[in-house]
């Protein structure tokens, strides 16, 4: 009963995502369902019903005929800035609810579904579900766990963060280390127009640039650091594209690699909230497109540090080290 309840309300959280009445009622106060279809220009019958279901849920307060969106909660479903915001992660779900004819087909055969495939809200609920995170945690965190690379980001680099999709990872180090410059590629050509028009957003379009590029292919070097952020058990031979990786970086580059959090025995995440997300994103993205490529080693995302390590030592990485662990991920540090 629970978890079909939480479907469901899933399904009306998206629903306000996608018609804006979560940001309509974002720091508005008590509203009545027909001065919420005033601001919003939408069917007062549709918002009553919808407010009902967000009231009986708990999402939003009801007294004297108003209903109040807290600011804790709209700070969850109504601000994408905010460190914890989680609505993107509620649109990646409802395009992978659309791929569940071509998944439970792919069960059947055995055959991979590529990123490319899916519903477009799939790439840009990823790239609001992870943007939270990389603005905690990129530049804060992750980067000064590696030894001497933000020193060099600071004194001018040449970085590559392959599997880029929006660019926001690219954009954060981008502004952070205005010296240095860096390229994003990505195999899916609408996410490189979309990460160059977010670049020019921003104003780093002059040392933050996208162009469509397969991990497989060769990457012009040297490079200083090259990055993927939960993107190398996407692919389809993880281990060939960390060896070319290992080709293109200068002797004294750096390769460094954030998956998504995970345990070596998946017996020890049972039960764990943060892995029954990523192993139904593993489920319906991760594992059907690396069985789209070439290869299709299909690691998925719940890989955890032995079998990563492994990848990157296998790829012929001669010092790796997992600096950092926190409860969404794994980061690892690898030399050639």
């Known amino acids: 009963m629970q978890e079909r309840v939480g479907a469901a309300l899933s399904l009306l959280n998206n629903l306000g995502d996608q018609l804006g009445i979560w940001r309509a009622m974002a720091g508005a106060g008590p509203l009545t369902s027909a001065e919420l279809a005033e601001r919003t220009g939408l069917a007062e019958r549709y918002l009553r019903e919808w407010l009902g279901g967000q009231a009986v849920a708990g999402h939003v307060e009801y007294a004297d005929g108003r209903y109040t969106l807290p600011p804790e909660h709209a700070a969850v479903l109504a601000d994408d800035e905010s460190p914890v915001a989680q609505i993107g992660g509620i649109e990646a779900n409802a395009a992978m609810w659309l791929a569940t004819d071509d998944i439970a087909e792919a069960f059947r055969t055995g055959a991979g579904f590529g990123w490319h495939q899916h519903d477009p809200r799939l790439f840009e609920g990823t790239a609001r ?24 980001l600071d004194a001018g680099a040449r970085v590559l963060d392959v599997g880029c999709g929006h660019g926001t990872s690219t954009i954060l180090m981008a502004q952070a280390y205005p ?8 195999s899916h050509a609408d996410s490189v127009e979309t990460a160059t028009q977010a670049a020019a957003k921003a104003g780093v379009q002059d040392r933050a640039r996208f162009s469509v590029a397969d991990a497989t292919a060769g990457l012009a070097g040297p490079w200083d650091l090259i990055c ?3 993107a190398l058990h996407d692919m389809g031979d993880p281990v060939g594209a960390a060896a070319r990786t290992r080709e293109a970086l200068a002797p004294d580059g750096t390769l460094f690699v954030v998956e998504p959090y995970a345990a070596d025995r998946f017996e020890d995440r049972i039960g764990n909230p943060v892995s029954m997300s990523y192993y139904a994103a593993s489920t319906f993205c991760c594992v059907p497109n690396s069985l789209a490529q070439d290869s299709g080693a299909a690691l998925g995302a719940q890989a955890g540090e032995s079998r990563i390590t492994r990848v990157l030592t296998d790829a012929g990485f001669s010092r790796v080290r997992m600096p950092l662990a926190t409860d969404f991920n794994l980061v690892f540090d690898a030399r050639p």
Not at 129 to 152: H, I, K, M, N
Not at 179 to 186: A, H, I, L, W, Y
């Open 129 to 152: 579900f992870f943007g939270p995170l990389y603005r905690q945690s990129l530049t804060q965190q992750w980067l000064p766990a590696l030894d001497g690379v933000t020193d060099r």
């Open 179 to 186: 010296k240095s410059r860096f390229e994003g590629v990505d």
């Open 228 to 230: 993927f952020f939960d």
